[in-house]
Each structure stands twice: as C-alpha cells, then as structure tokens.
C-alpha cells in the first residue's frame, strides 16, 4: 500500500485508513442519493414539501462531490507556481456547496411562499401499480419513509471520519445527513395534509425544508469564508479554538532559549499552515542549528503540522500576544 | 432550536393521526368538498367544442367525452349543468370552483397544468399531424378525492 500525502504531508496509517473510509462511505452517499433522487422524481406530483424535498437530495450530491474532487487535488505536490500547495481546494469546494445550497434555498423559499400567498391548492391524483388505482400520495409517503433512513446513518459514520480528518467539508456533508430525516418528516407531513384536505400544510411543510436548505447553505458558507479568510484554526465542528494553538506555543516557551512565544496558525484545508514567532531570551540570536532543532520538533507535536516557520522577534506582534495564554 | 422543531414536527403529526382517526376522514379529502357537494345533486360541466370529442347539438352537447362525462354523473346519481363557452374562460371558471370539470379534447401536453387539476390520460389518438397524443380532462385544483374518483372511472372505461 502506497503511503497518502495531503500536497507534503504524509498522512499518519490512522488517518490515511480514515481517509479511505471516508472516501469509500462519500461514494455510498452518492450512490444512495442516485437512487433517491430517481425514486422520489418518480413519484414527484404537485407537492411543493416533495419539489423541496427532492431539491434537496439532488443538492445534497454537491458536499460529497465537493470531498471526492478536493480529496484528489490537494495531493498534489506543491510547486513554485502553487508554493502554499493545494489545500486550500477543500475551502474552495465547501464555498461551492454552501453557495448552491443558500441559492437553491433562497429559490425554494420564494417559491414555496408564493404558493402558500397565491393558496394554490396541490392537485394528486391516482397511479396504477400492479393492477390497482390508488392516490399517488402513498406512494409519496412511502418513498419519503424508505429514503429518510439511510442518510442518518451515514452521517453518524461520516461524522466521527470528519474529526479524525479534520475535515470540514466531510463534517457538513455529515451533519446535513444527520438532519435529513427531518426534511422526509417534512414531505410526509406536507402530502399528508393534502391528503386530509389541508392543502396550506404542503406549502408550510415546502417553507420548513427551504428554510433547512438555506440555514445549512448559509452554515457552509460561513464555515468554508472562515477559513478562506485565515481566521484563527478551529477544530473540525468550528466549536472552538484548534488545541494545536496552544500547543505549539507550550512546546516553544519551554525551550530555555525563549522568553516568550506564540503562533498564527490557518487552516489550510485540513493542514495548519503555522507562524511562530519567539522572543529569545535577553535578546540572544539563536544559531539556525537550534531554530531547526525547534522547528523539527514542533512539527513532531500533531500531523497537521508541516508548513511551519519559527522568526525570532524583539516583541511578539499584538494579535499573537494578546492571544497567547500568559 | 433543533428539539423545538422535533416537537413541533410531533405535535403535527399527532394532531393530523388524531384529525384522522377521530373525524374518520378518508385520504385523500377535498378542501373544498367537491365529491360530496356533487353527488345526488348537480355536477357543472364546461364544454368547449372540439369535434369528434365535444360537438354542440340542438338541444345538448354530443361527442364521445360529452357521453363520458354523462356515465361519470351517473356514477354520482349527479345531474349534468352544461356550461358552453372558450377553453380559457372555462378554465378560469374551474379555477375558481364554478365549474366541476371542463372537457374539449385536451391533451396531456395542455399549458392549463398550471392552473387546475389534469387527469391521468385516459385514452390515446393521434393529431390531424398524425403525432400521439392523450387524452385528459380538467378538474378543479387540490380537489383530490374527487379527482380520484373521476380517474378511478375514466380507467375503468379500459379506452387505453
């Protein structure tokens, strides 16, 4: 087995098996949402809840398309044209996906509203299968029961990859899986209030999906800016700082050379790209042989980091300071 | 904000089984009651002429979709309203509940999807340019027991 390499960053084995998984789980995904799309569109009719719902299965493709596509550019080495590497093609990709999602959701939500204000009443009628006339509604049900399943369980398998990875494409496309039973409860819910006579209950279920189309769009968005903005390393959920932060900074002022330390580190996609600058005690150069040492080192302490630079300094710059914990 | 919506979600769905179950409504329903407004009573059909399927007679319209449309009513022990007048202006009356169904030789391919309810086809002829075309009427909008009922018939006839 060949090792995998993120651009010069050999992955760890753990990493690299996950990696395989996880691309492995993405081609599950898409798979499953062929079928899906293809069994709902069959048996679309004129429920908005169902328009919206489907919409949102051939939608969620993008993410899982977004990961394959990412995944296979930024193994590439870097070059002299491209010195930073390729992985910011993840950022890219995610940008892509939340962008489709939000414009998809905004359609969906105008859409569905002035259905709702024009009152159109959804029309279904019947369907013949296997020699019997029955309402299509059924049909619609029970196509929304057998594709709201699936997903939940994938996301729950992809989202425990998505930290192994440190992977934020992977974590949406997780956590958008993880939701998903709540968009068929939606349909189920929209058909089955035309089926009562309740034809504003399909608009209202349409508006919920859109308003989950739009909320997960904008969420995609928000995250894939972040990064592509250089804000300060988060872990793989955006819930709060990278630990590496502070890690690498510990590591650095530990040194008996260094008075003070601290880093800015971006994520690059799933690698950090990091700056360290160190105040040398009392203002003594450090010989390159030492800054190495330190710097081998430092790389040593997780596999995200590789693309990493130590500057010795006079004073640390403001935004590192005030950030480093004293 | 996620556990509100599920409960949400619940209280819907347990508010429609219960809707369901203790009114004893039967799937689907029309909001507007047209199956049950027009059975034993008067069934308003729109006619716009369209030979061989809707002619205008002496007295009454004749045609193969008129003759139709009078085994359907009397499926529902309805007494026939004949209304003559343009596809549009019949299509707006329909739209706005003033009609029960509208026939002239529409096809499965008519722009009206849009506006009212279109049945499955229920039979196949070929146009003056010899391209296949279905046959379909046109019922009022989100009125689905009654749409049921009129497909149930139509395929029943077995002109397909």
Redo the contacts between chains.
Sequence with gaps: MTDIAFGRTTLPAHQAATLRRAIRFEWITIGFLVVAVTLVGLVLGNSQAMKAAWAEDLLSLAPPIAFLVATRIIRRPHTPKWPYGYHRSTGVAHLVAGVALAAMGTFLIIDSGAGLFTA???????V?LFGS?F?L?WLMIGAMVITGVPPVFLGRVKMKLAEDLHDKVLYADADMNK?DW?TA??SI?GV????????W?DAVAALFISFTILSDGVKNMRSAIRDLMDARATTFDNARPDPVIAKVEEYLTSLDWVAEAGARIRDQGHVLHVECFVVPVDGREPSVEVLTRARIAAVELDWRLQDLVIVPVAELPEEVAAASPR | MRRWIVSLLQAICIGALALTVGCGVSIPADPDDTLARVTGSKLRVGVSPNPPWTELGESAPRGTEVDLVKAFAQTLDAQIEWVVGGEESLITALEHGELHLVIGGLTADTPWVEKVAITKPYAETRDSRGERQKLVMAAPPGENAYLLALERFLLAQDLR
């Design positions: 159109d009443h959804p029309s279904i009628g019947s013949e006339v309402w509604g939701a709540m409860l939606g819910i089955t209030g035309i089926g009562l006579g309740l034809w209950l």
